[in-house]
């Protein structure tokens, strides 16, 4: 199947400073990105949907000033978690969906653990 | 609004046989998916499912319903390494995921 690479696996960063996260489709165009967030024992909630060449969307309660999302090219979606806090803590994951179908199964990067000290 | 129920756990033995449900009532369907996640991983992918009937691939098989806005996860001769979180996520008119929260499954020896 296609794979999705996300970058860096694991992070801890102290509070104030800023992360990026990088997720890569690595054999397929992905116009459409989406960055996950999961709380232990919690399920998948949609932070934004990257669209390349575009602004991203955010769902609704999602700091957009605070989650920079930038989708410069069809294989490259950054989310970058500015002025992190230790409640910014938790996995982020992003997926991507091949462009060529609308109902093709969404790939996922493999994650990442994000700690704010 | 759109909702997607599935148990939050079910504990199973190995070698036995379990099923994972999930109902939903969503704006449109166009698919659904079930995914596997390990703890601390990315969830992948197991099967997908468009028509109603049973999707088999090898011992993991996927049942939908789409009058019954229903679906299953059967699991056969179940390892160890089944213990995982399975997610239920369909695919809305829009073509945007909705998630089930998951259901963690315990395999017992």
């Known amino acids: 199947g296609a794979v999705v690479s996300q970058h860096p696996s694991r992070v801890i960063c102290k509070s104030g400073t800023s992360v990026k996260i990088e997720c890569r489709s690595l054999d397929f165009q992905a116009t459409t990105m989406f960055w996950y967030r999961q709380f232990p024992k919690q399920s998948l909630m949609l932070m934004a949907t990257s669209n390349e060449g575009s602004k991203a969307t955010y769902e609704q309660g999602v700091e957009k000033d605070k989650f920079l999302i930038n989708h410069a090219s069809l294989t490259l979606s950054t989310l970058t978690v500015t002025s992190a806090h230790p409640e910014d803590s938790s996995f982020y994951i992003c997926?991507?969906?091949?462009?060529?179908?609308?109902?093709?199964?969404?790939?996922f990067g493999q994650g990442t653990r994000l700690t704010v000290v | 609004g759109q909702n997607i129920d599935q148990p939050t756990e079910m504990t199973a033995t190995e070698g036995a046989i379990v099923q994972i449900n999930c109902t939903y009532q969503?704006?449109?369907?166009?698919?659904l998916f079930w995914y596997q996640q390990h703890a601390g991983e990315a969830p992948t992918f197991l099967s997908y499912n468009v028509l109603d009937g049973l999707e088999e691939k090898g011992r993991f098989s996927s049942f939908l319903s789409r009058s019954k806005g229903y679906s299953y996860l059967l699991l056969k001769e179940l390892q160890m390494k089944d213990s995982a979180s399975y997610l239920c996520a369909v695919l809305d008119s829009n073509y945007q995921l909705i998630w089930g929260a998951g259901t963690k499954l315990i395999i017992k020896p």
């Open positions: 997926s991507a969906r091949d462009v060529g179908g609308l109902d093709t199964e969404a790939f």
């Open positions: 969503t704006s449109g369907f166009n698919g």
